[in-house]
Protein backbone atom coordinates (compact mmCIF):
# COMPACT_ATOMS: atom_id res chain seq x y z
CA UNK A 1 0.00 0.00 0.00
CA UNK A 2 1.41 3.46 -0.80
CA UNK A 3 2.09 5.99 1.48
CA UNK A 4 1.78 9.76 1.47
CA UNK A 5 5.02 11.52 1.24
CA UNK A 6 5.98 13.58 4.05
CA UNK A 7 6.01 16.98 3.23
CA UNK A 8 10.20 18.01 2.72
CA UNK A 9 10.09 14.70 0.45
CA UNK A 10 7.43 16.66 -2.04
CA UNK A 11 9.64 19.53 -1.27
CA UNK A 12 12.78 18.02 -2.49
CA UNK A 13 10.99 16.21 -5.41
CA UNK A 14 9.74 19.55 -6.50
CA UNK A 15 12.95 21.35 -6.06
CA UNK A 16 14.71 17.89 -8.46
CA UNK A 17 12.43 18.21 -10.83
CA UNK A 18 13.06 22.18 -11.27
CA UNK A 19 16.55 21.52 -11.65
CA UNK A 20 16.16 19.06 -14.28
CA UNK A 21 13.69 21.79 -15.97
CA UNK A 22 16.82 23.86 -15.48
CA UNK A 23 19.40 21.99 -16.81
CA UNK A 24 17.14 20.73 -19.99
CA UNK A 25 16.41 24.67 -20.77
CA UNK A 26 20.52 24.85 -20.45
CA UNK A 27 20.79 22.26 -23.06
CA UNK A 28 18.46 23.74 -25.63
CA UNK A 29 20.48 27.31 -24.70
CA UNK A 30 23.63 25.52 -25.46
CA UNK A 31 22.13 23.78 -28.53
CA UNK A 32 20.95 26.89 -30.36
CA UNK A 33 24.17 28.58 -29.35
CA UNK A 34 26.05 25.75 -31.26
CA UNK A 35 23.50 25.81 -34.18
CA UNK A 36 24.75 29.59 -34.84
CA UNK A 37 21.97 31.57 -33.45
CA UNK A 38 21.29 34.18 -34.96
CA UNK A 39 21.50 36.57 -32.02
CA UNK A 40 22.31 36.80 -28.29
CA UNK A 41 21.79 38.36 -25.17
CA UNK A 42 24.12 41.08 -26.33
CA UNK A 43 22.98 42.04 -28.89
CA UNK A 44 26.15 39.72 -31.51
CA UNK A 45 24.54 39.72 -34.92
CA UNK A 46 25.16 36.22 -36.31
CA UNK A 47 25.56 34.51 -39.49
CA UNK A 48 22.62 36.08 -40.78
CA UNK A 49 23.86 36.13 -44.61
CA UNK A 50 25.28 32.44 -44.31
CA UNK A 51 22.83 29.90 -46.58
CA UNK A 52 21.05 27.22 -45.56
CA UNK A 53 22.79 24.14 -45.67
CA UNK A 54 19.71 22.70 -47.28
CA UNK A 55 19.53 25.56 -50.45
CA UNK A 56 22.75 26.17 -52.00
CA UNK A 57 21.31 27.41 -54.87
CA UNK A 58 22.00 26.39 -58.75
CA UNK A 59 24.26 27.33 -61.15
CA UNK A 60 23.59 28.53 -64.36
CA UNK A 61 25.59 29.18 -67.30
CA UNK A 62 24.64 31.35 -70.80
CA UNK A 63 23.45 29.25 -74.08
CA UNK A 64 26.15 28.40 -76.02
CA UNK A 65 24.14 26.46 -78.95
CA UNK A 66 21.61 29.74 -79.49
CA UNK A 67 24.50 31.89 -80.28
CA UNK A 68 26.36 29.53 -83.07
CA UNK A 69 26.28 30.10 -86.44
CA UNK A 70 23.47 28.49 -88.84
CA UNK A 71 25.48 26.83 -91.21
CA UNK A 72 28.66 24.79 -88.99
CA UNK A 73 30.43 23.10 -91.79
CA UNK A 74 29.74 19.40 -92.04
CA UNK A 75 32.75 18.09 -91.27
CA UNK A 76 32.74 20.36 -87.74
CA UNK A 77 29.45 19.09 -86.99
CA UNK A 78 30.13 15.89 -85.01
CA UNK A 79 33.00 17.94 -82.96
CA UNK A 80 30.74 20.58 -82.40
CA UNK A 81 28.07 18.52 -81.00
CA UNK A 82 30.67 16.45 -78.73
CA UNK A 83 31.73 19.87 -77.00
CA UNK A 84 28.09 20.80 -76.81
CA UNK A 85 26.97 17.83 -75.04
CA UNK A 86 30.43 18.11 -72.80
CA UNK A 87 29.48 22.18 -71.69
CA UNK A 88 26.08 20.44 -70.21
CA UNK A 89 27.94 17.77 -68.45
CA UNK A 90 30.89 20.19 -66.72
CA UNK A 91 27.38 22.30 -65.62
CA UNK A 92 25.91 18.85 -63.67
CA UNK A 93 29.55 18.42 -62.44
CA UNK A 94 29.39 21.73 -61.03
CA UNK A 95 25.97 21.53 -59.10
CA UNK A 96 27.26 18.03 -57.83
CA UNK A 97 30.01 19.42 -56.21
CA UNK A 98 27.70 22.32 -54.96
CA UNK A 99 25.54 20.12 -53.35
CA UNK A 100 28.70 18.28 -51.90
CA UNK A 101 30.78 21.44 -50.45
CA UNK A 102 27.98 22.95 -48.48
CA UNK A 103 29.51 24.57 -45.96
CA UNK A 104 32.83 24.18 -46.78
CA UNK A 105 35.55 26.81 -47.47
CA UNK A 106 36.06 30.42 -47.13
CA UNK A 107 33.34 33.61 -48.27
CA UNK A 108 34.82 32.93 -51.54
CA UNK A 109 35.07 29.57 -51.95
CA UNK A 110 32.11 28.66 -54.66
CA UNK A 111 33.92 31.22 -56.70
CA UNK A 112 37.42 30.16 -56.78
CA UNK A 113 36.71 26.09 -56.34
CA UNK A 114 33.55 25.96 -58.57
CA UNK A 115 32.79 28.98 -60.82
CA UNK A 116 36.30 29.88 -61.88
CA UNK A 117 37.27 26.37 -62.72
CA UNK A 118 33.99 26.11 -64.57
CA UNK A 119 34.45 29.35 -66.42
CA UNK A 120 38.00 28.09 -67.70
CA UNK A 121 36.92 25.06 -68.54
CA UNK A 122 34.00 26.29 -70.56
CA UNK A 123 36.12 28.75 -71.96
CA UNK A 124 38.55 25.62 -73.79
CA UNK A 125 35.62 24.10 -74.30
CA UNK A 126 34.20 27.15 -76.64
CA UNK A 127 37.37 27.54 -77.96
CA UNK A 128 37.24 24.22 -79.61
CA UNK A 129 33.77 24.58 -80.68
CA UNK A 130 35.13 27.77 -82.75
CA UNK A 131 38.21 25.98 -83.94
CA UNK A 132 35.66 23.38 -85.66
CA UNK A 133 33.64 25.36 -87.19
CA UNK A 134 36.40 27.65 -88.52
CA UNK A 135 38.70 24.81 -90.25
CA UNK A 136 36.20 24.51 -92.63
CA UNK A 137 33.80 28.13 -92.15
CA UNK A 138 33.81 31.35 -90.44
CA UNK A 139 35.10 30.76 -87.06
CA UNK A 140 32.41 32.70 -84.52
CA UNK A 141 34.15 35.24 -82.77
CA UNK A 142 32.95 36.54 -78.39
CA UNK A 143 32.17 33.03 -77.52
CA UNK A 144 34.55 33.56 -74.65
CA UNK A 145 31.82 35.31 -73.53
CA UNK A 146 29.51 33.33 -73.01
CA UNK A 147 31.84 31.33 -70.44
CA UNK A 148 31.16 32.95 -67.17
CA UNK A 149 28.22 30.97 -65.03
CA UNK A 150 26.12 32.76 -62.24
CA UNK A 151 25.19 31.02 -58.72
CA UNK A 152 21.49 31.33 -58.20
CA UNK A 153 19.15 30.99 -55.39
CA UNK A 154 20.55 29.95 -51.98
CA UNK A 155 23.55 30.46 -52.35
CA UNK A 156 23.85 33.71 -53.63
CA UNK A 157 26.21 34.49 -50.85
CA UNK A 158 27.98 31.51 -51.77
CA UNK A 159 29.31 30.47 -48.64
CA UNK A 160 28.35 29.35 -44.89
CA UNK A 161 30.24 32.69 -43.78
CA UNK A 162 32.61 29.84 -42.46
CA UNK A 163 35.22 32.56 -42.45
CA UNK A 164 34.50 33.16 -38.20
CA UNK A 165 30.85 34.06 -37.82
CA UNK A 166 30.41 34.41 -34.06
CA UNK A 167 27.31 33.70 -32.21
CA UNK A 168 27.62 34.07 -28.55
CA UNK A 169 23.99 33.13 -26.72
CA UNK A 170 26.04 33.20 -23.50
CA UNK A 171 28.52 30.81 -25.35
CA UNK A 172 30.97 31.55 -28.01
CA UNK A 173 29.86 29.92 -31.38
CA UNK A 174 32.39 30.25 -33.41
CA UNK A 175 32.18 28.61 -37.19
CA UNK A 176 36.08 29.09 -37.64
CA UNK A 177 36.27 26.22 -34.59
CA UNK A 178 36.32 25.87 -31.27
CA UNK A 179 32.35 26.10 -30.26
CA UNK A 180 32.12 26.53 -26.50
CA UNK A 181 28.43 27.04 -25.34
CA UNK A 182 28.35 27.57 -21.62
CA UNK A 183 24.58 27.27 -19.90
CA UNK A 184 24.30 27.56 -16.35
CA UNK A 185 28.31 26.67 -15.90
CA UNK A 186 27.57 23.97 -18.40
CA UNK A 187 30.39 23.48 -21.39
CA UNK A 188 28.18 21.95 -24.02
CA UNK A 189 31.65 21.05 -26.15
CA UNK A 190 30.60 20.26 -29.87
CA UNK A 191 31.99 17.29 -30.52
CA UNK A 192 34.54 17.38 -27.63
CA UNK A 193 36.08 21.45 -28.84
CA UNK A 194 35.54 20.57 -32.41
CA UNK A 195 38.31 21.88 -34.13
CA UNK A 196 36.36 22.79 -37.53
CA UNK A 197 39.20 25.20 -39.26
CA UNK A 198 36.33 26.12 -41.68
CA UNK A 199 38.97 28.21 -43.46
CA UNK A 200 39.96 25.25 -44.81
CA UNK A 201 43.52 24.44 -43.56
CA UNK A 202 44.46 24.21 -47.06
CA UNK A 203 46.89 20.79 -46.55
CA UNK A 204 48.27 21.96 -50.48
CA UNK A 205 51.13 24.19 -49.09
CA UNK A 206 51.68 25.54 -45.46
CA UNK A 207 50.55 29.54 -44.84
CA UNK A 208 54.00 30.06 -44.84
CA UNK A 209 55.32 28.41 -47.66
CA UNK A 210 52.65 28.30 -50.49
CA UNK A 211 55.28 26.95 -52.89
CA UNK A 212 55.45 27.15 -56.72
CA UNK A 213 53.86 26.01 -59.81
CA UNK A 214 56.16 24.46 -62.85
CA UNK A 215 55.05 23.74 -66.07
CA UNK A 216 56.90 21.16 -69.21
CA UNK A 217 58.59 23.71 -71.09
CA UNK A 218 56.77 24.17 -74.77
CA UNK A 219 58.77 25.93 -76.56
CA UNK A 220 61.70 23.13 -76.23
CA UNK A 221 59.41 20.76 -77.74
CA UNK A 222 57.98 22.90 -80.88
CA UNK A 223 59.74 21.64 -84.42
CA UNK A 224 62.67 23.57 -85.38
CA UNK A 225 60.96 24.68 -88.78
CA UNK A 226 58.19 26.92 -87.54
CA UNK A 227 56.82 28.61 -90.99
CA UNK A 228 57.30 32.01 -91.10
CA UNK A 229 53.75 33.01 -91.09
CA UNK A 230 52.93 31.53 -87.63
CA UNK A 231 56.03 32.68 -85.95
CA UNK A 232 54.15 35.62 -84.24
CA UNK A 233 51.30 33.37 -83.46
CA UNK A 234 53.53 31.20 -81.75
CA UNK A 235 55.64 33.70 -79.77
CA UNK A 236 52.49 35.15 -78.97
CA UNK A 237 51.39 32.12 -77.31
CA UNK A 238 54.47 30.79 -75.81
CA UNK A 239 54.24 34.11 -74.15
CA UNK A 240 50.79 33.70 -72.64
CA UNK A 241 52.25 30.48 -71.13
CA UNK A 242 54.91 32.16 -69.49
CA UNK A 243 52.09 34.94 -68.26
CA UNK A 244 49.12 31.71 -67.13
CA UNK A 245 52.24 30.51 -64.49
CA UNK A 246 52.71 33.63 -63.10
CA UNK A 247 49.01 34.52 -62.80
CA UNK A 248 48.83 30.85 -60.80
CA UNK A 249 51.67 31.51 -58.67
CA UNK A 250 50.22 35.04 -57.85
CA UNK A 251 46.54 33.27 -57.12
CA UNK A 252 48.90 30.46 -55.31
CA UNK A 253 50.16 33.14 -52.71
CA UNK A 254 47.00 35.20 -52.59
CA UNK A 255 44.88 32.08 -51.31
CA UNK A 256 46.77 30.96 -48.92
CA UNK A 257 44.63 28.69 -45.78
CA UNK A 258 41.65 29.19 -48.29
CA UNK A 259 39.21 26.00 -49.45
CA UNK A 260 39.73 22.14 -48.51
CA UNK A 261 42.40 19.04 -48.97
CA UNK A 262 41.97 19.83 -52.95
CA UNK A 263 41.62 23.88 -53.57
CA UNK A 264 45.33 23.93 -54.86
CA UNK A 265 44.20 21.02 -57.37
CA UNK A 266 40.53 22.22 -58.01
CA UNK A 267 41.25 25.96 -58.11
CA UNK A 268 44.61 26.54 -59.31
CA UNK A 269 46.18 23.64 -61.13
CA UNK A 270 43.22 22.47 -63.14
CA UNK A 271 42.26 25.59 -64.15
CA UNK A 272 45.88 26.08 -65.22
CA UNK A 273 45.86 23.29 -67.49
CA UNK A 274 42.79 24.00 -69.01
CA UNK A 275 44.18 27.20 -70.01
CA UNK A 276 47.41 25.60 -71.31
CA UNK A 277 45.93 23.16 -73.35
CA UNK A 278 44.00 26.22 -75.07
CA UNK A 279 47.15 27.66 -75.89
CA UNK A 280 49.11 24.90 -76.83
CA UNK A 281 46.25 23.62 -79.07
CA UNK A 282 46.16 27.25 -80.74
CA UNK A 283 50.07 27.02 -81.49
CA UNK A 284 49.79 23.10 -82.63
CA UNK A 285 47.14 24.65 -85.01
CA UNK A 286 48.74 27.74 -86.27
CA UNK A 287 52.15 25.53 -87.17
CA UNK A 288 50.03 23.13 -88.82
CA UNK A 289 48.67 25.80 -91.32
CA UNK A 290 51.72 26.00 -93.38
CA UNK A 291 53.56 23.09 -91.74
CA UNK A 292 53.38 19.70 -89.93
CA UNK A 293 51.44 20.10 -87.09
CA UNK A 294 53.11 18.92 -84.00
CA UNK A 295 51.40 16.00 -81.99
CA UNK A 296 51.34 15.36 -78.18
CA UNK A 297 51.80 18.60 -77.16
CA UNK A 298 48.36 18.64 -74.77
CA UNK A 299 50.77 16.22 -72.44
CA UNK A 300 52.57 19.12 -71.71
CA UNK A 301 49.16 21.01 -70.44
CA UNK A 302 49.39 19.94 -66.61
CA UNK A 303 51.74 21.63 -63.77
CA UNK A 304 52.72 20.50 -60.74
CA UNK A 305 52.86 22.04 -56.92
CA UNK A 306 56.53 22.50 -55.61
CA UNK A 307 57.03 22.52 -52.01
Not at 29 to 47: F, K, V, Y
Not at 66 to 72: E, G, K, R, T, Y
Not at 272 to 282: E, G, I, M, N, P
Amino acid sequence: MSRALPKYNKRRVAIIGGAAAVALSGAIIAGSALAGTPDDSNGNSGSTNARTLASPGTITCPDVKSQLPANIPASAQAEVDRNLTLLQTQIAEANKRLQDTVGQGGPNFVQNAILGPLADKRKSTVDRIATAIGRKGTKPTGLDALATCTLNGGGVNANANAGGAKGNANGNANAGGNANANAGGAKANNGANANQNAGGNAGNAGAAAAGTISCPDVKSQLPADIPASAQAEVDRNLTLLQTQIAEANKRLQDTVGQGGPNFVQNAILGPLADKRKSTVDRIATAIGRKGTKPTGLDALAACTLNK
